[in-house]
């Protein structure tokens, strides 16, 4: 006999109309009690929304929050919500907190077997070392504070990864919501690219779409590109979804050569190259080809691209040698253990008079060393050591060929990392450093370096 169609209804369980009920109530009094700006008050009520979601949703949620994060970075970095004490509390502050306290709830839904902690060993001991150097060697103990703060944010997206998205279907579902997030920053950098806007360095526009410095927008659009790069060469020839992710690469391409940040374009010829000499010769001979248009036909290009071959005799890299030679300076008389992390801009601008400002080191290995000493430079290149390491091993024993061709992505953006941190603040590029240990931590899990899959 045929059942009877039945009108689908939507049942809520007693927990999420509880949850929703105490929701209104705290968005009615918040709204009541609020004396800031319109804008705050809409952005720290969607922030809330968003948190409470992602504990009936952990993916949905999450994926909420990391566009918020990313379409709002620069906003998000002024907007001041409210002070506790002498601390501004901003929204971005609000979001980096966020993952620290869900990841704390899904280690005490799905703890951690101990044999799967030892992916986790070289973070912690950096994150220990930080908290020591940071409260009894630091000058400045609230700029380490911070430090340490959004260090917790990057871990914690990492094991939050790890635990949430740990099967191959939530992680390719990871890699398209990274790269569909990507749309609005690019966006905002097109339009400033047509209207002439963004960042002026005192001789030329430079596009940084949603973040604070174009530097920090570069290295992220080359971690989008790979992605959307690998699907397009990974998907069937006949599954018409493959040329969007094509066609999304070339959108996200030019905002990266507008923000005229070299480092970024050196990371993703690179990548292009490792990966079209073993894998895709015609992605290769693709990349070349752009690469002598590029040359040929955009002046600029050509300008930024020949200053490389004279480093240490004008431009921006004379002014990073002559900054590095001072920070060697102040390593050699405190090597071992630093001025405290986190303190390297306030340092050196107290320090060394001709900045006249607070500056970044633009090197990551100095600043770890000016900050935490040669100890906490080796924690920190072990991270990246042991993350290197199970990806190489993870790639031999895989026999998905996707996955591997993803792992081999991943393991190869990251020596981009490493390579762009010779040169740039990559550290303290958020919204990056928040993709990569995303992606990371999935990756992981997928390949095999997981506990107990959860449904």
Known sequence: MAKRNETTTLKLSSVQVTTIGLFSVYGILLTLLWTGETLGLLFLLAASAIFIWSFFNPQGGFFALLFFRTAFDNLGSKLNLFNLGSLEVTLTFILGLMPIILVFYQLYRHPIKPRQQKIFYPWLVFLGLTIILSLFISFDISASLVNLFRLLSFFSLFLYSYLIFNTPQKLSNLAR???????????????????????????????????????MLALYLVLVICLALFLFLNLRQQVIERWPYLLLSLFFLIPLIFTYTRIAWLALAGILTIVGLIYFRKLLLIGVLAFLLFYTFIPFFQ???????????????SWRLDLWRDIGGYIKKSPWLGYGPGTASVFLGKNIPRLMMDTEPHNDYLRIWLEGGIIL?????????????????????EKRPRLKMLTFFVAIFTLGILGASLTDNVIKDAVMQWNFWILAGSLLAVLGFNPKKQA
């Open 303 to 317: 300008e930024r691209v020949n200053t490389l071959s004279s480093i240490g005799v004008t431009g921006s890299a």
């Open 377 to 397: 430079l080796l924690s920190y290149l072990s991270i990246y050591g042991d993350l290197l390491r199970r990806f190489y091993l993870g790639f031999r024993k």
């Open 177 to 215: 919501c990274l790269i569909f997030t990507a749309i609005v920053p690019a966006a905002a950098a097109w339009h400033q690219l047509i209207n002439r806007g963004g960042f002026y360095d005192g001789e030329q526009w430079r596009v940084l779409g949603t973040f604070t410095h174009p530097n």
